[in-house]
């Protein structure tokens, strides 16, 4: 069983920044793609983020593209998400999900939350004056 968890959440101004942590346990992020989603009070879990770790491959929505940027560690334990600009908008619990590598491309990744089949605990992040 795949084991994930994440960490680095908070409370940030408007404009601040967190970095957050997708941490496996027991195994290393070799031959998967990670996704980080978000999900604020009172709407369905959204995919903001994926890493291709088999080669890097990076892709972002919209709403984080530019502000956020997704990256994985040497030792192939951990996936980051450096959160730049921050609104409150961003408020949201963050959760990170690890399934095939297939799931992120270039072009376009995979945002049905019911198709990832490991998820961590979620971290709140909530950016306020």
């Known amino acids: 069983q795949v084991q994930i968890g994440e960490s680095g959440g908070g409370l940030v101004q408007p404009g601040g920044s967190l970095r957050l942590s997708c941490t496996a346990s027991?195994?290393?992020?070799?031959?998967?793609?990670i996704t980080w989603f978000r999900q604020a009070p009172g709407k369905g879990r959204e995919g903001i983020a994926c890493?291709?770790?088999?080669?890097?491959?990076?892709h972002y929505t919209d709403s984080v593209k530019g502000r956020f940027a997704i990256s994985i560690n040497n030792a192939l334990t951990a996936v980051y998400l450096q959160m730049n600009s921050l609104k409150p908008e961003d408020t949201a619990v963050y959760y990170c999900?690890?399934?095939?590598?297939?799931?992120?491309?270039?072009?376009?990744?995979?945002?049905?939350?019911?198709?990832?089949?490991?998820w961590g605990q979620g971290t709140q992040v909530t950016v306020s004056s």
């Open positions: 027991g195994f290393t992020l070799d031959y998967y793609t």
């Open positions: 890493i291709r770790t088999t080669n890097g491959i990076t």
């Open positions: 999900a690890v399934d095939h590598p297939q799931y992120c491309s270039v072009n376009e990744f995979q945002t049905d939350s019911d198709a990832y089949g490991s």
